[in-house]
């Protein structure tokens, strides 16, 4: 996740590394299967980014997240976001 980071500049702030959507949304799968209470907001920031992410023509890796998905067993989760923004 942190060597897939890319470097972004940030005019009067200088130069960050940020995570990949994907990668965000691997984390927010992980904070899902560890406090199931968080759905909404977690879900909510999820759709976000997809929709951030169609909005500006960058197509996310279904692959990473559908492996995500599979190692926080939420697959039924992430495919159904796969047929609301894929």
Not at 62 to 85: C, F, M, N, Q, T
Request: charged letters at 30%; glycine letters at 10%.
């Amino acid at each position: 996740m942190l060597l897939r980071a890319e470097r972004r500049d940030v005019p009067g702030l200088g130069a960050f590394k940020v995570v990949l959507p994907e990668d965000l949304i691997g984390l927010k799968l992980q904070a899902l299967r560890n406090d199931p209470s968080r759905d909404p907001g977690d879900r909510a920031d999820i759709e976000a980014l997809l929709a951030t992410c169609k909005e500006r023509g960058r197509a996310v890796s279904w692959a990473w997240i559908d492996e995500y998905g599979r190692l926080l067993s939420l697959g039924p989760l992430v495919a159904e976001l796969k047929v609301s923004h894929g």
